[in-house]
């Protein structure tokens, strides 16, 4: 009877072993959510899979695990976000989240991912309040508008010598947070901007803001924001209303290739500065460029560049440290410096990522370095 | 600044044309259906993206291209009319059977052009040049708008007042049953009310596209627009929706003059709580 009982206590005991020992070939999840519907959003989960697959390539990470990608659709809204990561983490059991393209969804993210424990790596979001909670997992990748304001209010300044601007951009939190930078940049220089023009997400006749804004006298337009489909619109709308302003500038990191496609030869000369193009000439980026061409047919920009870094960081990390425990790869990630197809990229104290900026320009109908 | 007010006048009138081409179809499939179709927006998205394949596929001219795409609306109504709207109006509670089953079209037709052609926007050029008369610029693809609106507008009032589809459908409105007996082929006329409600937001999808680029988001936001227009100017008031639709546009080009965009917004829906507050049956229809 003691035999049996003993049996039984071993079997118990090899199969609660079992997914132990199954454990070292175990897939990584990374979990990301992104507006799969919009054009950006689907690009960014692209770059991402694009990720994985060069690293899976390579061998995997930490003995040989293979980086899974889970990706769900988080609508821009804080709402679906929140929903779409909880299950990342509750169902998938997920333990490092990355994405967003709107603040809102990564700030509505945070405190989720915070109760959770999971090392959260917002991609595009560039909200200065994400790097504020003070949370030792979170690691932000996009420069802050209060980043990139000193080169692209350069920009307004020195290289356009605006006067008067024209600021037609959409009606959200990046709108706004990055009309209060501009004018703090142009306090005590006699410029000033004349005339403010706020669009709700679901507009598309800007007839009505580009008059308005000519009407103002304006020797410079500022236009920009995440939906490439309005703000490429606001551009080739001057051109139609007769507004035809010395230099148009757009919002630091919205300059890509459907910008050109979309507002066509009325976009020539637009200025904006960048931490990120596909022409730069380092190993890992022509090796990121070549991929991600020759799967998608297009070449990667700004949005795809950081989603790839999401995965590609957090697989370094994970290798360099060993194993996917959250505060090893946490502290690995603060730690040390690391290469991507931007350049070097370190985080400060906060989880910032700091990197490298560009001035770059449409001459000719291609974005290049101005 | 004259210049100014006659341009912003003018794009109010040409936005505002598109509002009441849109609002026309949704309000004529209620006054002779008697239902709500919320599928609309999608035949507005259906004339934007049947231009937008025609022209990538073959290259024709715009104006025939726009007659490509309204016939691809045209087609896409008919559809749906027989799937989810014919045989089910006249059965009891039809009224919210239909108004359920074309919002369910309505999702399957935007996810279905989401897994073909994706997400991206598409800018196609349209009639080409500007007009610019002293400081007043005009482009031709809006005055385009505006007077194919008018002449929508002509025709459609002819069609109704003086032909014999045109008595039917009134009678139809009026009483489907009454119509039935007097020799109405009532089921016919509503297949042809919807078939030309459907062509007449595909010829505004088509006619936009070149001011607002097509996205495959643009049934979504149009509908809205379209439903404010048509209670404000009554449901089944087809000379309301387009005065409805024609003061929105106007009022929102003067409205942004002195107030932010989103303002504006902010008050023309209040305008319509308004109007549901005291007269419910629309601004310019007779109060019951």
Do not use: C
């Not at chain 1, 690009?43 to 899976?56: C, G, S, W």
């Not at chain 2, 003018?10 to 509002?19: I, V």
């Amino acid at each position: 009877m003691i035999f049996r009982r003993l049996g039984k206590l071993m079997a118990a005991a090899a199969i609660l072993a079992l997914p132990l020992t199954a454990h070292a070939a175990d897939a990584i999840r990374i979990g990301i959510t992104m507006p799969t519907q919009t054009l950006l959003g689907k690009q960014a989960v692209q770059a991402a899979q694009t990720a994985a697959d060069l690293i899976n390539q390579d061998g995997g990470v930490a003995g040989g695990s293979q980086i899974e990608l889970v990706a769900y659709d988080d609508e821009n809204s804080p709402v679906a976000g929140v929903a779409a990561a909880q299950r990342l983490i509750d169902q998938d059991g997920v333990k490092f989240v990355i994405g967003q393209m709107s603040s809102t969804v990564a700030l509505a993210i945070l405190p989720v991912a915070q109760a959770a424990g999971v090392v959260f790596v917002p991609t595009v979001p560039k909200h200065t309040d994400i790097t504020k909670a003070g949370y030792d997992k979170l690691f932000r990748l996009n420069s802050t508008v209060a980043m990139d304001s000193a080169v692209f209010n350069g920009i307004i300044k020195d290289t356009a010598k605006a006067k008067k601007i024209a600021y037609v951009i959409e009606n959200t939190d990046f709108g706004r947070l990055l009309l209060d930078s501009i004018k703090k940049s142009l306090e005590g220089t006699g410029a000033a901007v004349v005339y403010e023009g706020f669009y709700d997400l679901q507009q598309s006749d800007f007839g009505n803001l580009l008059t308005e804004a000519k009407a103002s006298g304006a020797d410079t337009l500022v236009t920009g924001g995440a939906t490439v489909e309005q703000y490429a619109n606001v551009i080739r709308s001057a051109a139609e209303v007769g507004f035809k302003p010395d230099n148009i500038i757009i919002s630091p990191g919205s300059l890509n290739a459907n910008v050109i496609k979309l507002a066509g030869a009325s976009a020539e000369g637009t200025m904006s500065s960048d931490i990120y193009l596909p022409s730069i000439d380092t190993p890992l980026n022509k090796r990121f460029v070549e991929a991600y061409e020759s799967k998608y047919g297009m070449k990667p920009e700004k949005t795809e560049e950081l989603t790839f870094e999401g995965v590609w960081l957090l697989a370094r990390a994970i290798d360099k440290a060993g194993s996917d425990d959250v505060a090893k790869v946490a502290q690995t990630l603060h730690a040390n410096a690391w290469e991507t197809p931007r350049g070097e990229v370190r985080f400060d104290d906060a989880g910032q990522a700091i990197s490298q900026s560009f001035v770059v320009a449409i001459k000719d109908g291609a974005i290049g370095r101005r | 600044m004259w210049e100014i007010w006659v341009q912003q006048l003018f794009n109010g009138l040409s936005a505002g044309m598109a509002y009441a081409l849109v609002a026309l179809g949704l309000t004529l499939i209620f006054g002779v259906l008697h239902v709500i179709n919320f599928a609309h927006g999608e035949f507005y998205l259906m004339g934007g993206l049947g231009l937008v394949l025609i022209v990538q596929a073959t290259g024709i001219p715009y104006p025939v291209a726009v007659l490509g795409a309204v016939i691809v609306a045209a087609a896409v109504s008919w559809i749906v009319d027989r799937v989810v709207v014919r045989d089910v109006v006249d059965r009891p509670g039809g009224f919210s059977t239909v108004l359920l089953a074309t919002y369910a079209v309505s999702l399957l037709v935007s996810q279905a052009v989401f897994f073909t052609w994706g997400s991206a926007p598409q800018r196609v050029d349209g009639i080409p040049g500007i007009l610019e008369v002293g400081g007043v610029t005009i482009t031709y693809q809006r005055l385009v708008v505006v007077f194919a609106g008018m002449a929508v507008l002509v025709v459609l009032d002819l069609v109704l007042r003086r032909s014999a589809l045109g008595r039917e459908t009134r009678a139809v409105a009026q009483d489907a049953f009454a119509a039935r007996v007097v020799g109405i082929d009532v089921r016919r006329v509503r297949t042809v009310t919807f078939v030309i409600s459907g062509a007449i937001a595909g010829l505004a999808g088509a006619l936009l596209t070149p001011i607002s680029l097509f996205s495959p988001h643009m049934g979504e936001a149009v509908l809205i627009k379209a439903f404010v227009v048509v209670v404000i100017g009554g449901m089944g008031n087809v000379g309301g929706a387009v005065v409805a639709g024609v003061s929105l546009g106007l009022l929102e080009a003067i409205l942004g003059r002195f107030i932010a965009p989103g303002f504006a917004l902010a008050l023309i829906y209040s305008l319509l709580v308004a109007v549901l507050l005291v007269r419910p049956n629309g601004l310019l229809s007779p109060s019951r």
